[in-house]
């Protein structure tokens, strides 16, 4: 598999086994179908405000979701559900948050942006762009004052890596060894800006080098890549030895948000990464040739499309939240 | 089976559009991602999408159509293999039925629940802590740290020069060699960074104490305090909590000119989802930043410069702690009620023994906490005093003061012989040289002819 900008492809033949192959598709496919439906609740209006999708970038959080472990710890930008689900979030309260409903992960008050969960150790859902990289070098800073043995996710676009608590935030994980792995997932467009149009630095991979960060540049459209590349920087910074980066060469299909008319870029370069990088599809055809037969690829389809149909009718019919709600969860203990 | 294709809502604020032009026609195979048509909202043509596979059976709306409203049927989708008769059995339904459904959910009250009694309420009368000591407010706040890092092995202290340095103003004296490096953490100058970590850290489990060199520099990591601290535990519906204190020296100091002297007492109370206090004596800071690191919510400290080498009795009992939300009276009165916060309150006993002389008996409250105000102290005051003067170091636009006068006002309008006055640092950036400097900050006489104007002179 070739990649877009140089990113060197994994070798060593398959690095999923088959079972990881079938979690890994299970997990993008239903990643991909909450998204669509998502974005036909929006139209409908039944979410409303900003609502960032995040269809094409799926073999990033799957491949990554397979490398971590029981008490990893993970937190990303508003572009966020894809983490949630493959964090182990319901889609049923992740869908919802995004109609705004007492059943949502939030209660309704935080919206698509705005999620969180104790349980699977997801720290949201941050709104403003590139906060999530110093909160997330501070859920790593807990690791290591704890010794808890966890590695923190923390991921940001091409975007965000512009801001300059990112680069703060680098320094303050090299200095104290914090075990943090930094996910540029870089979809080549913050909103409407490319790449080329923000940044003066050409490999995002090489921008934590002053710290002496170890990095890579991975193909974020394959899978098996991701993964390959997550286990191996989250065993560095399981070791004790720091953080990592990678920096995922992706794609996004949709717009930044809903309302963007996606002028910035041709249809056609949708297209053709549609027809040709799809990570859903590539991941099938490797399957298939792995000998997965079409009854398996039919079942998760029926699987998926139940598990979405029963989130969206959940978020339809979850209740609003009760009035009292407005004033509970201003602080703890009140 | 057959189902309709809506008009999107394409942008937050949508509520109809022009269907500029179907890109796919009657009988067209489409899949999910594929444009199907053109639409005109009032921002711009957006490409519509299709969400499921399917041919698209019959158009209901022509291309060119202005004002469709969003969710009215445009098309028939059907599955392949079925009949474009398939459509004619399709239930079109209500136009803009999902829509109307939720609002159908929205509650329209005439207004919106009130705010809960605050259960900050504490006991009225503070304990008798006993025996006292002369210390500095230095120490007292050294101690106030090194009493919780020994109670809870989860607080540590963060900032600059905090542990090599033994403070940049010798707060945190002593504590890198009693907790060590893993507790007391030097941080690079990078306050951004370094604040929107302690704020993560706080979210995960451990409970950071963030020493800002000054307050001034919080505004470099201001975002974080507020976006970050304050609002995450209402944003997660309750799930996640910010156990932490952000602590330095507000307010001016001594001939540090503009940048570095400044009240942040406004800027910070304002903010749902922090507590605010100001301590003046060393009491306060002792028992406040105690309070402040046992508190499950985000705590700012505003401490002052000025006060870090002022003696002052403090409680020398371990246990002694000090209730956030509450005021003290530091002086009793009966004509006429000064509140204060922070350096100010030395200033208003000043102004207070002035009043003495010349008849006027001024009771003066420390605030201690400015938020949550504690409302009751102050009014009770005022319903005895019938006149109330504040008092801040602070610009007066929308600061502490307008929001003690207004309280005044709309809770004991009746009570009150005179209007509420404020007296505050004048409206200007703070000058260096010292004469200048001198006149923009309250002094005892401004407090005296503020309170002399309400007794009509």
Redesign the interface.
């Known amino acids: 598999m070739g990649s877009m900008t140089g990113a060197p492809s994994r070798q060593n033949g398959p690095a999923l086994s088959k079972e990881e192959m079938e979690r890994a598709y299970r997990e993008m496919l239903l990643v991909r179908r909450f998204e669509e439906k998502a974005g036909q609740l929006y139209g409908m209006g039944l979410i409303g405000g900003f609502c960032h999708l995040y269809i094409g970038q799926e073999a990033v959080v799957a491949g990554i979701g397979l490398a971590m472990k029981k008490g990893d710890r993970s937190i990303t930008s508003y572009r966020d559900h894809g983490q949630m689900l493959v964090a182990g979030m319901t889609a049923r309260g992740v869908m919802a948050e995004l109609t705004g409903r007492a059943g949502g992960y939030s209660h309704g008050k935080g919206g698509s942006m705005h999620m969180f969960s104790k349980e699977q150790e997801f720290y949201g859902g941050h709104g403003i762009v590139g906060a999530q990289v110093a909160i997330g070098t501070g859920l790593a800073l807990t690791s290591a004052y704890k010794k808890d043995g966890a590695v923190s996710i923390v991921y940001f676009g091409e975007g965000a890596s512009n801001q300059g608590q990112v680069y703060e935030s680098f320094n303050l994980a090299a200095l104290h060894k914090l075990p943090c792995l930094y996910v540029i997932e870089n979809n080549r467009y913050g909103m409407g800006t490319s790449i080329e149009r923000s940044s003066a630095s050409k490999d995002l991979s090489k921008n934590a080098a002053p710290w002496g960060i170890p990095s890579r540049k991975v193909d974020g459209m394959d899978v098996a890549a991701v993964y390959q590349a997550a286990k191996e920087a989250m065993e560095h910074c399981r070791s004790g030895k720091g953080p990592f980066l990678l920096e995922m060469e992706t794609y996004r299909y949709r717009g930044h948000s809903m309302s963007d008319p996606a002028k910035y870029r041709k249809r056609s370069e949708v297209d053709e990464m549609r027809r040709t990088r799809d990570p859903i599809e590539a991941l099938k055809a490797e399957m298939i040739k792995h000998g997965i037969d079409e009854s398996f690829f039919k079942a998760v389809e029926k699987d998926v499309k139940a598990t979405v149909k029963d989130a969206a009718e959940f978020a339809e019919t979850s209740p609003e939240p009760d009035a009292s709600e407005l004033w509970t969860d201003v602080l703890v203990g009140e | 089976m057959a189902s309709p294709i ?1 008009m ?5 604020t ?1 509520e109809e559009g022009t269907l500029a032009r179907w890109v796919k026609k009657e009988g067209d195979v489409v899949k ?2 594929e ?1 199907i048509a053109e639409i005109e909202t009032d ?5 519509m ?1 299709a ?1 499921e596979e399917g041919v698209l059976g019959r158009i209901l709306i022509t291309e060119g159509t202005d004002h469709v409203a ?2 009215t049927p445009i098309a028939v989708l059907l599955e392949e293999g079925e009949d474009a008769s398939a459509a004619d059995a399709l239930d079109l339904g209500p136009k803009a039925e ?2 109307a ?2 609002e159908k ?3 329209a ?1 005439a207004s ?2 009130k ?2 009694a ?3 309420t504490v006991e009225t009368t503070e304990p008798e802590w006993g025996e006292t000591a002369e210390i500095t407010v230095r120490e007292a706040l050294r101690d106030a740290m090194a009493a919780e890092m020994r109670r809870d092995e ?1 607080v ?1 202290l963060l900032g600059e020069e905090v542990a090599q340095y033994q403070g940049a103003y010798k707060v945190s004296q002593g504590l890198l060699d009693e907790f060590g490096a ?1 507790r007391v ?1 030097d ?2 100058i ?1 306050e ?15 409970k950071p104490i963030v020493e800002f060199m000054t307050m001034n520099f919080s505004l470099q990591a201001v ?2 305090i507020i ?2 601290a304050a609002k ?10 910010c ?1 932490i204190v952000f602590r330095g020296p507000n307010g001016a100091a001594a001939r540090v000119g503009a940048q570095h002297s400044q009240c942040f007492g406004s800027w910070y109370a304002h903010i ?2 922090l ?1 605010v206090v100001a301590p003046w004596s060393a009491a306060d800071a002792k028992g406040l930043l105690r309070a402040a690191i046992r508190d ?2 985000p705590v700012v400290v505003l401490e002052n410069e000025i006060l870090y080498g002022k003696k002052f009795p403090c409680p020398v009992d371990e246990d002694f702690i000090l209730p956030i939300g509450k005021a003290k009276i530091e002086r009793e009165g009966k004509d006429v009620t000064l509140v204060a916060f922070s350096i100010m309150v030395g200033v208003a006993l000043e102004a207070a023994e002035l009043l003495a002389e010349q008849g006027i008996d001024a009771e003066v409250i420390n605030l201690r906490t400015l938020r949550p105000l504690d409302t009751e102290t102050i009014i009770k005051s005022v319903k005895k005093t019938s006149r109330i003067v504040s008092v801040e170091e602070g610009w007066p636009v929308a600061g502490i003061g307008s929001e003690i006068c207004t309280i005044a006002v709309e809770q004991a309008f009746d009570w009150l012989d005179a209007p509420p006055a404020r007296v505050c640092g004048l409206d200007i950036p703070l000058p260096y040289a010292a004469n200048l400097e001198k006149l923009a900050l309250p002094k005892p006489e401004w407090i005296v002819e503020a309170v002399r104007k309400q007794f009509g002179d």
Do not use: C, W
């Open positions: 809506l999107p809502a394409l942008s937050p949508m999910p991602g444009v921002k711009a043509t957006m490409e999408e969400v969003v969710n999902p829509k459904k939720v959910n929205i509650p009250p919106a629940p705010a809960p605050s259960s900050s989860d540590f893993k953490m941080m690079p990078t951004h960074g370094f604040t929107g970590m302690a704020v993560g850290a706080a979210l995960s489990g451990v975002d974080h976006n970050s995450t535990r209402y944003m997660s519906g309750g799930q996640m909590s156990p749902p989802g507590k499950p919510n």
